[in-house]
């Protein structure tokens, strides 16, 4: 089939990269010329592991292109909406510029029977919208909600563990056959498929992420109460996990979450219920915020007192800025704003991270940032291990300590063996552990 991505960010880059790797043709259109030219080149302008490759077949395949023209989308079937829906300046809600000048550069190329597919997280509601918008050209327009993870983003898109199609009810049989006709080979493995309203696909996607953040937020309330009693939160997370009920995955306690959707998704899904009189539904959500937040300044704390009060020159070294492993997005990253308040109390911050660094330094220059992990190390008063990349999970305590001036780490993610490092000599803190 033949499909036009508006976006090429984290999310329209990877789809119209993984579609035509499956077979379509494809072409990714964004108004940033630099991030067209690097795609266009085969350099991805975000790190996320396997995408270098399956561009570099796409493109040499000669099915997939990137352009700033909107008028190349006018060839295809299907038009696909992956622009982002960032947090609004002035407050809580989702900033809607991007799906609606997407939308409006679509538009003069739209032919009667296109299929506009939205797969942008928005509020609800913004489907029915647009669908009115599209109807006077004779395309129709439906929504699909992705819900692929950064750092497993390809293999979330070439193989999703549910496919949601949004329709209109009138057109519901067409616009199910042109989705299933885009995703063959997810239907033909089995995916399962839910066929729903506008409004439904809308708030499956916000719900689940809402969902997961909840799970966390409750897992690092647990880890509050631990610190206060002595427990283990995480031998607590292990106990619970088992009951198939609760599972154990995303229990894993912290600084928390971060990135670019959870925390924005359920600020925006909080001010969206409030603007339809419903904002006590999910006013727990503000709460889940509230813990999520307190959790950076819980490590922070936990540094300035293991000074005494005082961090003022102290040499602290920081291992992650990524909001999480295999990723160099820093979008209200947790690693990144403990360094940030660390240096902001007049700390000396060292700062690593294997792919985010660059991000970091242009968005905070007035952090200190290390090229190698030894580097950082070196001298250091305090260790605060903040993103679980692989080579911190790794570190060995023995050669740690000989390379700090003083053995004090703090474990912002639970992923280091307390006994191990403990047993070398560190000054081992954990999160409600
Ligand atoms: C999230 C969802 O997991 C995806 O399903 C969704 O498609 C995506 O948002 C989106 O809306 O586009 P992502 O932001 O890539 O994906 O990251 P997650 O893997 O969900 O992790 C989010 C944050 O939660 C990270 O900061 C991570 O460190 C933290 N986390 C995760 C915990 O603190 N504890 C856990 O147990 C799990």
Known sequence: MKLSVFGCGYLGAVHAAAMASLGHEVVGIDPDATKIAKLSAGQTPFFEPGLPEILASSLGSGRLTFTTDPAAAAGADVHFIGVGTP??????????????????????????????????????????????????????????????????????????????????????????????????????AGTPRIVTDYATAELVKVAANSFLATKISFINAMAEIAEVTGADVTQLADAIGHDA????????????????????????????????????????????????????????????????????????????????????????????????????????????????????????????????????LDGAEAVVVVTEWKQYRQLDPRETAAKVARPVIFDGRNVLDPAAWRAEGWTYTGMGR
């Open 87 to 188: 947090q609004r300046r002035d407050g809580a809600g989702a900033d809607m510029t991007y799906v609606n000048q997407a939308v409006a550069d679509l538009l003069p190329h739209l032919r009667p029977g296109a299929l506009v597919v939205g797969k942008s997280t928005v509020p609800v509601g913004t489907a029915a919208r647009l669908a009115a918008t599209v109807a006077p050209t004779g395309a129709r327009l439906a929504w699909n909600p992705e819900f692929l993870r950064e750092g497993f983003a390809i293999k979330d898109t070439i193989e999703p563990d549910r496919l949601v199609y949004g329709v209109a009810p009138d057109t519901k049989d067409e616009d199910t056959a042109i989705l299933d006709a885009v995703y063959a080979a997810a239907i033909g």
């Open 245 to 376: 009920r609760i599972g154990r995955r995303f229990l894993n306690a912290g600084v928390g979450f971060g990135g670019g959707c959870l925390p924005k998704d359920i600020r925006a899904f909080t001010a969206r219920a409030e603007e339809l009189g419903r904002g006590e539904s999910v006013a727990f959500l503000k709460q889940v915020d509230e813990i999520n937040l307190r959790r950076r300044q819980h490590v922070v704390d936990l540094v300035v007192s293991s000074f005494g009060g005082q961090v003022f020159g102290h040499r602290v070294a920081v291992l992650g800025l990524a909001f999480k492993p295999d990723s160099d997005d820093i979008r209200d990253s947790p690693a990144l704003d403990v360094a940030v308040r660390l240096k902001g109390l007049g700390a000396e911050v060292i700062s690593h991270d294997p792919e985010a660094m660059d991000n970091a330094r242009r968005m905070h220059p007035q952090l200190a940032y290390a090229d190698t992990v030894d580097a950082a």
